[in-house]
């Protein structure tokens, strides 16, 4: 079996490399040689290179489900399943070529699913992938996380849960969280970064009727999926990680466009921007200088509006931002830039993200706003039957414990307190970082003590308050304070927060914490916390994915209609 120290000898991954390993189940991705030598910046002709602002912004299509109904047939037990199939399919990304992708149902972005607090939902995927990958010669296997939901460990995208191709697994989400920006992506050990980079990731909106009152919706509510990356000259994705720090394409996109123009209205829209890069971290910011009005952050809408000029976002941060295209005339250009972060590689186009052109004002304005709010009020407690508190009425005097998670690279390797993914399975998956009761607060610090790197961490299940940073006077930054399962832990940076582990004993079990820069996480930047007895749902064994017998086509995609492209 090929070991990590191993795996740490290889060098970085080339699109272009034809050499593999295998270990166990899991595929090692291959090591460049002379002849592949790594891409640095896409190696596209002129005529193949995009031009910012060029491309027609587009939405991911909506998906539909493919049955409701009633638990019991209960009305107040709704349910709504749907079907994707994880598949290769075409793209143009680039002028004059065409991109092979890997994508939930063949697209990038995935189909966007639009979930309803109280709404029970179950999403069957299948994996029907061939036999060999896109950057690697072996098979794509897969494992999803809908990152943010409060799931089952069985069903929350445990990185050893894993579908193979020609294996479906039926993912089960209770949606009884406040209303947030969660979105769905691929989770398999050692190859998480390539998966993603590949095309699987997808938004999954959940409302509820506080958020549907007091925030913009319909034509006003618009995802912004920002990634990177870089092509051979064919079209095709190219890929280096930069011997595991990370990597950085010369190309941003928005909804896989890169650098979109979009007709905007003279109203006030609401943009849920999630930073998909595997690895870039991003500053965006108004050319006009006008702030932006922070309404939400990963896990839910924000106490206090935020009015800022720009923002830090890492790998998975999820902001929620009004931007009010009120005060502009008609024909205005307005860009969304970057004003980047320490320690990314940035090239010529990478201060530029989008524009918007303003165009006159039409149709009913049904779902917007007409000011900007100074508040917002998210209901409470996230649902007093199960007992919970609410993230941001929590305070340190009510946590029972205090845990320190510390990034630092340790013999090559990514590490959180200097254990890794490897050391989790050697111990049989039971090495844990914590073991918190059911509803237990804990107040977390993490640490990142190196100037080299910044680390965007991530811990599965939970909503957190961020109480204190060793910079910016010891607060948050004002874009941070809202409720956050991803933390930016900058260079020599530290965060405190508290959580509550709020979920009822019978859903007790494991769920990791990583590093959200996914090549840090492939190498191997992972741990695990339980809830209750580790044996609890165990997210392996409890619901494993199983042959898909059913005839090709047995759950053909239906998308609602969208709106124009551009719009």
């Known amino acids: 079996m090929t070991t990590r120290r191993d795996m740490l000898k290889l060098g970085a991954v080339s699109a272009l490399g034809l050499a593999g390993l295998r270990g166990g189940d899991d595929t090692i991705p291959p090591a460049t040689t002379a002849a592949t030598p790594p891409v640095t910046a896409s190696l596209l002709a002129p005529q193949n290179m995009p031009i910012p602002y060029a491309g027609v912004f587009r939405r991911p299509p909506e998906l539909v489900p493919f049955e409701t109904g009633f638990d ?15 598949k290769l399919g075409q793209a143009q990304f680039v002028p004059g070529l065409s991109t092979t992708v890997a994508g939930y149902n063949g697209i990038f972005p995935g189909p966007t699913i639009r979930a309803a607090q109280g709404t029970r939902v179950e999403v069957r995927i299948r994996n029907a992938f061939p036999g060999t990958g896109l950057l690697f010669p072996g098979a794509i296997n897969t494992v999803t996380h809908l990152h943010g ?4 460990p069985q069903y929350d995208g445990y990185a050893n849960d894993i579908t193979v191709p020609g294996n479906v697994k039926n993912y089960h989400y209770p949606n009884w969280q406040t209303a947030r920006t ?7 050990h050692h190859i998480t970064a390539q998966n993603v980079y ?6 999954y909106p959940l409302s509820d009727r506080f958020e549907r009152a007091q925030l913009p919706q319909g034509e006003f509510d618009v995802p912004l999926m920002i990634s990177d990356a870089m092509f051979n000259a064919d079209g095709s994705l190219a890929y280096n990680d930069n011997d595991q720090k990370g990597l950085w394409g010369d190309i941003i996109m928005v909804n896989g466009v890169p650098w ?9 829209y609401r943009f849920r921007v999630l930073d998909a890069s595997i690895s870039r971290s991003y500053r965006p910011t108004l050319s006009t200088g006008d702030p932006v009005y922070v309404v939400g952050t990963d896990a839910g809408m924000v106490p206090k509006v935020q009015a800022v000029k720009s923002w830090r976002q890492g ?7 009004l931007i009010d295209f009120r005060h502009y005339r008609a024909g205005q250009m307005i860009e969304l830039r970057n004003l980047s972060n320490k320690n990314n590689i940035d090239f010529a186009n990478t201060g530029k993200i989008m524009r918007f052109e303003v165009v006159a004002d039409s149709g009913s304005g049904a779902g917007s706003i007409s000011s900007i709010p100074a508040t917002l009020d998210d209901g409470g407690a996230l649902n007093p039957t199960r007992g919970g508190i609410a993230t941001m009425s929590l305070t340190p005097d009510m946590a029972v414990a205090k845990r320190d998670l510390k990034l630092f690279r340790a013999n090559g390797q990514w590490t959180v307190n200097g254990v890794t993914w490897a050391d989790v399975e050697k111990s049989g998956f039971t090495k844990l970082f914590g073991n918190p009761k059911p509803f237990d607060i804990e107040q977390w610090t993490i640490t990142n003590a190196s100037g080299g790197w910044f680390h965007p961490l991530h811990i599965h299940l939970i909503d957190a308050k961020i109480i204190s940073r060793n910079t910016n006077g010891g607060k948050p930054f004002a874009w941070e304070t809202g409720p956050k399962d991803v933390f930016y832990a900058g260079e020599n940076e530290s965060i405190t927060a508290l959580t509550q582990f709020d979920t009822g004993p019978e859903q007790g079990g494991r769920y990791m914490i990583h590093c959200h820069n996914l090549v840090h996480e492939d190498h191997d930047m992972m741990v695990q916390f339980s809830v209750g007895d580790l044996r609890n749902n165990d997210p392996i064994s409890s619901d494993p994915p199983v042959l898909d017998t059913t005839p090709e086509g047995s759950f053909p995609p239906v998308y609602r209609p969208g709106l124009p492209p551009g719009t």
């Open 72 to 86: 019991n047939g209960d009305p107040a037990l709704p349910f709504a399943r749907y079907a994707l199939t994880q």
């Open 149 to 152: 939901s409060a799931s089952l």
């Open 182 to 188: 969660l979105w769905y992506h691929d989770h398999k």
């Open 198 to 203: 590949s095309g699987l990731a997808g938004f």
């Open 260 to 268: 979109p123009t979009m007709k905007v209205k003279p109203r006030i």
């Open 315 to 321: 790998t998975a941060e999820r902001y929620e931002v």
